[in-house]
């Protein structure tokens, strides 16, 4: 216990010094993304891999692994677990459930098709990646294989793509309609393959019939009784006319509380944060929750979960063997599957070319989401280090390919008109 006691300060340290040296990489690569047309979450995407074995550790072996030894990483990865349930409760708050009802035969078609073509392609893809070796856990049986390939091919950088549309002022437009509420019933429908992947890859029936039965009453309770009860929490906003420092300890302990259930039925800890999110009423408390808490978790906590994704992630790995074969498939076939099924699920539905070409960019953007779930992947032994990795590349490519042909296709003197 003294031994402990005396290694504390020297952990505590060790991780401000770490989180000095995330940040001011972070803020500088996210600056540069500004700099050629990116969304500074690419930048801070990238920072995370560049302070790992990718660039780092390939340069300064041994000045990276004094910097994030392994002692210390607890302190860097609980960190990045609360900002990762914190993020997932602001994009839960900026959930609106209304956007579906205007084009809801369109979002709805694109969004069965972008779940449904990257599931088929799975189903492919599954097949030869689980023969490869060396790229899922040992004992992972072909459907498991293809639960997972088909929710990290499905899912949609939501919230990436909500912060893109309003910045480019297209909030209430048809497009920024029709891609956010597309986008966001794939994430939910990917999420969805997810915790049925954890929960069956247990190999314990009794933990599976947990995990359902738990989401089952989880999210009723969630939906009843605690949306019942975060209505009063409105009202005591409004009386107060401010967020006390009460308020907040009531919602910070109903994050907890709602993170620590559902990690305790055997689903990941960010269902919980975003599904309090979601039964949290649209109202001012909700605006000053995100205008208070989205700095702190944007700025200070969410680059150290891309640091903790950085420091698994080994792109030099592609360059052995046969692997950067599969990262070429992998990456092919996501574009395929989201970008081209997307695009021709739109134009079926009656959109025009420049709406059905716009949907499918977007769309095809995976950021911070899909790194979420391949963490969750790889912490639950479902995936190995080479397979997060190809994956990892596919993040970047697919959600740098976003920004600037959307910014392309807008420069088009008509497009403007015919995206309204």
Same mark, same amino acid.
């Given at each position: 216990?003294?031994?402990?006691?005396? =290694?504390?300060?020297? *952990? #505590?340290?060790?991780?401000?010094?770490?989180?000095? @040296?995330?940040?001011?990489?972070?803020?500088?690569?996210?600056?540069?993304?500004? =700099?050629?047309?990116?969304?500074?979450? #690419?930048?801070?995407?990238?920072?995370?891999?560049?302070?790992?074995?990718?660039?780092? +550790?390939?340069?300064?072996? =041994?000045?990276?692994?004094?910097?994030?030894?392994?002692?210390?990483?607890?302190?860097?990865?609980?960190?990045?677990?609360? *900002?990762?349930?914190?993020?997932?409760?602001?994009?839960?708050?900026?959930?609106?459930?209304?956007?579906?009802?205007?084009?809801?035969?369109?979002?709805?078609?694109?969004?069965?098709?972008?779940?449904?073509?990257?599931? %088929?392609?799975?189903?492919?893809?599954?097949?030869?990646?689980?023969?490869?070796?060396?790229?899922?856990?040992?004992?992972?049986?072909?459907?498991?294989?293809?639960?997972?390939?088909?929710?990290?091919?499905?899912?949609? !950088?939501?919230?990436?793509? /909500?912060?893109?549309?309003?910045?480019?002022?297209?909030?209430?437009?048809?497009?920024?309609?029709?891609?956010?509420? !597309?986008?966001?019933?794939?994430?939910?429908?990917?999420?969805?393959?997810?915790?049925?992947?954890?929960?069956?890859?247990?190999?314990?029936?009794?933990?599976?019939?947990?995990?359902?039965?738990?989401?089952?009453?989880?999210?009723?309770?969630?939906?009843?009784?605690?949306?019942?009860?975060?209505?009063?929490?409105?009202?005591?906003?409004?009386?107060?006319?401010?967020?006390?420092?009460? &308020?907040?300890?009531?919602?910070?302990?109903?994050?907890? #509380?709602?993170?620590?259930?559902?990690?305790?039925?055997? &689903?990941?800890? @960010?269902? +919980?944060?975003?599904?309090?999110?979601?039964?949290?009423?649209?109202? %001012?408390?909700?605006?000053?929750?995100?205008?208070?808490? =989205?700095? @702190?978790?944007?700025?200070?906590?969410?680059?150290?979960?891309?640091?903790?994704?950085? %420091?698994?992630?080994?792109?030099?790995? &592609?360059?052995?063997?046969?692997?950067?074969?599969?990262?070429?498939?992998?990456? /092919?076939?996501?574009?395929?599957?989201?970008?081209?099924?997307?695009?021709?699920?739109?134009?079926?539905?009656?959109?025009?070319?420049?709406?059905?070409?716009? @949907?499918?960019?977007?769309?095809?953007?995976?950021?911070?989401?899909?790194?979420?779930?391949?963490?969750? /992947?790889?912490?639950?032994?479902?995936?190995?280090?080479?397979?997060?990795?190809? &994956?990892?590349?596919?993040?970047?490519?697919?959600?740098?390919? /976003?920004?600037?042909?959307?910014?392309?296709?807008?420069?088009?003197?008509?497009?403007?008109?015919?995206?309204?």
């Amino acid at each position: 216990m003294e031994r402990n006691a005396e =290694q504390l300060p020297a *952990g #505590v340290s060790a991780f401000f010094i770490q989180l000095l @040296v995330i940040l001011a990489v972070a803020r500088g690569v996210g600056a540069l993304a500004l =700099q050629i047309g990116q969304p500074r979450v #690419v930048g801070e995407m990238i920072a995370g891999i560049l302070l790992g074995p990718t660039l780092f +550790g390939a340069l300064a072996p =041994q000045l990276q692994q004094q910097l994030f030894a392994p002692e210390y990483r607890p302190y860097l990865n609980l960190g990045a677990q609360v *900002g990762i349930g914190l993020y997932m409760f602001l994009v839960g708050l900026d959930f609106d459930t209304g956007m579906f009802k205007s084009r809801a035969r369109s979002a709805i078609a694109i969004s069965v098709s972008g779940i449904l073509v990257p599931f %088929l392609m799975a189903c492919l893809l599954a097949t030869w990646l689980v023969s490869h070796g060396g790229l899922f856990a040992d004992n992972i049986s072909w459907s498991q294989a293809t639960l997972f390939l088909g929710a990290a091919i499905g899912i949609t !950088a939501f919230p990436m793509l /909500a912060r893109v549309i309003q910045e480019q002022g297209l909030a209430n437009s048809k497009i920024g309609t029709l891609v956010l509420a !597309a986008g966001a019933i794939d994430d939910v429908a990917a999420w969805c393959l997810m915790a049925l992947l954890l929960a069956s890859f247990s190999g314990d029936d009794s933990l599976f019939v947990k995990a359902v039965l738990g989401a089952v009453i989880f999210a009723g309770l969630m939906l009843t009784l605690v949306r019942r009860y975060t209505v009063r929490l409105e009202d005591w906003y409004l009386r107060e006319t401010r967020l006390t420092p009460r &308020l907040l300890l009531v919602i910070l302990l109903l994050w907890v #509380v709602s993170v620590s259930t559902t990690e305790w039925i055997g &689903l990941h800890a @960010v269902f +919980g944060g975003f599904v309090l999110g979601v039964v949290m009423p649209r109202g %001012l408390l909700a605006s000053h929750l995100i205008k208070r808490l =989205q700095p @702190v978790v944007l700025i200070a906590l969410v680059p150290l979960f891309f640091t903790v994704s950085g %420091l698994k992630t080994d792109l030099s790995l &592609l360059a052995e063997g046969t692997l950067w074969q599969v990262a070429l498939a992998v990456i /092919a076939a996501s574009i395929f599957a989201k970008a081209v099924a997307c695009y021709i699920a739109a134009r079926l539905c009656g959109e025009n070319h420049p709406m059905a070409l716009a @949907v499918g960019i977007l769309m095809n953007a995976r950021g911070m989401m899909e790194l979420i779930l391949l963490n969750i /992947a790889l912490q639950n032994g479902v995936i190995k280090a080479d397979l997060f990795s190809v &994956l990892v590349l596919m993040t970047i490519v697919t959600t740098m390919m /976003a920004t600037p042909l959307f910014n392309y296709l807008q420069r088009r003197p008509s497009f403007r008109q015919q995206i309204q």
